[in-house]
């Protein structure tokens, strides 16, 4: 009897981060080869990450509506064209034109692969099954920076050969339909995603990816300027993000079932804010890539736990609440280039530094959120006789 067909879901996870940050570690020969400055070409972050987010806004209620199956393959195919317009474009206009186009087809495929899962697993193994989707993102950022770095080494336009083949490959062997179906009745809604739960998710994931995608850039822009690394090498210390994030998304799903978002929250964004410390002021390369290290664990983390409070917030339009979410995460991440490269130029140490805030304001965030369950929780003082 043959298996079912499940493993498009993870797999296809790592698209959205792989083409995230896929340019940080060849900023400079991507200027190069365009004739532009670096910091134009670092604007292809931006490209890719606005149009990402922008549409996830709207993308997993309409995907709902039309299909999830059908969906998925339509988008990764207009992926595979982008990437190859990205590969022959002349112009820095038409390069950036095809990172947006990037980020736009991604959009539509995301979301609905966290609401497949979500769907198909049994609750009490739901952190587990989205630690799982968590570590595929972060195997996506962990082997973007390698294989761009290599590919840098030699001609940076085949760092995008390889998210055009894994595209193919999955648009050829989606999941099955089984997988993709969606469980719930009610047509997908708007106003469903007005709620609490969700709103939290949105805040978090913003904050997550404020902090890491700053760390990616300011990681590269570190690496060169105070060690004098290459691509390649530029490229093995970023991977430490992503290779922290596969190795402990397992244990941080466990711990998501364990303890629950935000007691598991609180610690992600601790050890975040530790990690984002030790990079930005550690004195050598080993220094820095221990605080990399320690950042990817965390966000592998807090992926899995915004993507289960994410899509657990609305029964009826999984897919809309995690395309909202990871919106927001997104946003943060097409925001982050726009305030810590320049606070970078000023000075680099503090401004690298000043990444800390975002964890500490969700870490505050988080604490409202656990005190205001305790409050409600808590028993009612007897009457005075």
Do not use: K
Not at 295 to 313: E, L, Q
């Amino acid at each position: 009897m043959r298996r079912t067909r499940v493993w498009p879901l993870y797999v296809g996870g790592a698209l959205g981060p792989y083409g995230s940050t896929m340019v940080t570690p060849i900023i400079q020969e991507v200027a190069d080869g365009l004739g532009t400055s670096p910091e134009v070409a670092a604007s292809a972050v931006t490209a890719y990450m606005v149009p990402f987010a922008a549409l996830m806004l709207v993308s997993g209620t309409f995907a709902e509506r039309w299909g999830r199956r059908r969906t998925m393959r339509v988008s990764l195919v207009v992926f595979v064209a982008a990437c190859g317009l990205c590969a022959l474009a002349p112009t820095t206009e038409l390069f950036l034109a095809a990172r947006a186009l990037q980020g736009a087809t991604n959009a539509f495929t995301t979301p609905l692969l966290v609401a497949a899962i979500t769907d198909s697993v049994p609750r009490g193994r739901l952190g587990r099954a989205l630690g799982w989707f968590a570590a595929w993102q972060a195997a996506g950022q962990a082997f973007s920076p390698l294989i761009s770095g290599v590919s840098g080494a030699v001609d940076w336009r085949l760092a995008f050969v390889a998210p055009a083949v894994c595209a193919v490959l999955l648009a050829a062997l989606p999941p099955d339909e089984s997988v993709t179906v969606r469980r719930s009745e009610r047509r997908a809604s708007w106003g469903a995603l007005a709620n609490r739960r969700l709103a939290l998710a949105c805040a978090l994931a913003f904050l997550c990816y404020l902090a890491a995608v700053g760390l990616t850039v300011l990681s590269a822009l570190r690496a060169e300027d105070a060690f004098g690394l290459g691509p390649v090498a530029r490229g093995l210390v970023a991977s430490a993000f992503g290779v922290a994030g596969l190795l402990l998304a397992d244990p941080a799903g466990r711990l998501l079932d364990r303890l629950g978002p935000v007691r598991l929250g609180l610690l992600a964004n601790a050890v975040l804010a530790v990690g984002l410390l030790t990079a930005a002021l550690g004195p050598t390369v080993a220094a820095m890539t221990a605080g990399i290290v320690a950042v990817g664990a965390s966000v592998t983390a807090m992926r899995a736990t915004v993507n289960s409070v994410a899509a657990t917030s609305t029964a009826h339009n999984r897919a809309g609440a995690a395309s909202l979410a990871l919106s927001c995460q997104f946003f943060g991440g097409a925001l982050a280039p726009v305030v810590w490269v320049p606070l970078y130029g000023v000075s680099p140490g503090p401004g690298f530094a000043s990444l800390v805030l975002a964890p500490g304001v969700a870490l505050a965030v988080l604490l409202a959120v656990r005190w205001r369950s305790r409050e409600r929780s808590a028993p009612e003082a007897p009457s005075p006789a």
